[in-house]
């Protein structure tokens, strides 16, 4: 984080008025933090406010508060939060109060970069726009509350909500609609309106019209809890779905089904990422907001960053913001990535926050590449894969009997084969 320094005077003839002083934000900035202290025990009061190299006034916080921040996606309260703009920003000095000789005032500046990162969120929420308890603004508190860094609102068949989403500082809210069907349910991420008439289909031919229409509107398209026992995925058509919603609310059978799913899809050719979602609807039951959350390392913190990190399988699912933490990395890549032109490569591997009793494997085309148990809740190792197009991560607890309760499961690495 790039930081600057003014040390500047306020002079007692200044009491009584306002004024600005300049400082330089320069590119690729996300945020702008000012931090500023001086001498208070003489009875000097100096306010503070910001304006954007626009000219645009950014906020006043008189003398209440000792910093500040204006950014792109995080804001103090009654400061905007828009895009940062390059160039001359104002500092905006209220001179209240002002003791004899004047009075010094050392100004701190910070600037937040833009940078890839984790970021945590729910990509399966209801909220009262259709049968869910809440409404956005009270999921909103509640997805802080939780340390979520993004949410999306999966209403059945209505979008109405998502022309009027709250910006919400910290957290970024996802418009999306989930498209629900006797046949099955797919959520449609990322757009607003994701479909022209009406969310009705009675045939294949109009549900590929609308999976189409969707995709075309820039909308990324998840199938949901593919295996549930209530509303299982029957559409004869795998093509019309870009992601895979492998773990649904409470780990259970329908997930493990959903996990096993998706690697026969992995098997025969598909790179299609994994995702989750608590599929959120009330307060009371076993489902909870934020269990489980995709994790995806994002450019970002913007929508159209974090669904970009989505569809490129930069990402995992597990438990929720305290679960398991997977790494995957090959040749300075990670999930998501295609290892083109060889016949082996160096796979390195790891979780961290694993729980007595668990177990990290390695899958592959034809199974298990690797297993390891932690050692104080840590696992990091490396190995060499040939002969598989695929490898993701499973963490898991050891059940008696030989059975797993997954943890966490992530996104493969892909590898081409040298002449392919």
Aim: aromatic residues 10%; charged residues 20%.
């Amino acid at each position: 984080m790039k930081q600057t320094v003014i040390e500047h005077l306020v002079e007692k003839s200044r009491e009584g008025s306002y004024y600005s002083l300049p400082f330089q934000v320069p590119e690729g900035v996300c945020a702008v933090t000012v931090s500023y202290r001086y001498q208070k025990l003489a009875g000097n009061i100096i306010d503070l406010g910001l304006e954007n190299a626009q000219g645009q006034f950014l906020g006043w916080s008189g003398s209440s508060r000792s910093s500040v921040t204006a950014g792109e996606f995080d804001a103090t309260p009654g400061y905007l939060m828009a895009p940062v703009q390059t160039g001359t920003w104002q500092i905006l000095i209220g001179a209240y109060h002002v003791q004899a000789g004047g009075v010094k005032v050392r100004y701190e500046i910070s600037f937040q970069e833009r940078s890839r990162q984790w970021l945590f969120g729910d990509l399966h929420v209801h909220s009262d726009a259709s049968d869910g308890q809440h409404d956005i603004p009270t999921l909103a508190k509640k997805a802080k509350k939780l340390g979520l860094d993004f949410l999306a609102v999966t209403n059945h068949n209505n979008y109405s909500e998502n022309f009027s989403l709250p910006r919400v500082p910290g957290l970024t809210v996802i418009p999306g609609v989930e498209w629900t069907h006797y046949k099955g349910h797919m959520n449609f991420l990322g757009i607003q309106q994701p479909f022209s008439g009406s969310f009705i289909a009675n045939d294949l031919t109009q549900m590929r019209r609308i999976t189409r229409e969707a995709r075309e509107s820039g909308a990324l398209i998840s199938v949901n809890h593919p295996k549930c026992g209530l509303c299982p995925y029957l559409w004869e058509d795998d093509q019309s779905f870009q992601l895979v919603e492998v773990w649904n609310g409470p780990m259970r059978q329908v997930n493990r089904d959903g996990i096993a799913w998706w690697t026969v899809l992995l098997r025969q050719g598909r790179r299609i990422p994994a995702v989750g979602g608590s599929d959120f609807h009330r307060d009371r039951g076993p489902v909870r907001l934020g269990n489980p959350v995709t994790a995806v390392y994002a450019d970002s913190p913007a929508i159209g960053d974090i669904l970009a990190a989505v569809a490129q399988g930069r990402s995992y699912v597990s438990s929720g913001v305290h679960g398991v933490r997977l790494d995957l990395q090959c040749g300075g890549q990670t999930f998501g990535a295609v290892m083109d032109g060889g016949s082996a490569w160096e796979l390195t591997f790891g979780a961290e926050r694993m729980p007595v009793g668990s177990v990290l494997r390695v899958i592959g085309q034809d199974g298990v590449l690797a297993e390891r148990k932690p050692n104080r809740g840590v696992i990091r190792d490396t190995i060499q894969v040939c002969g598989t197009r695929f490898a993701y991560l499973l963490a898991a607890l050891l059940l008696p009997g030989g059975g797993t309760y997954p943890l966490a499961v992530s996104n493969p690495i892909y590898f081409v084969p040298e002449g392919e």
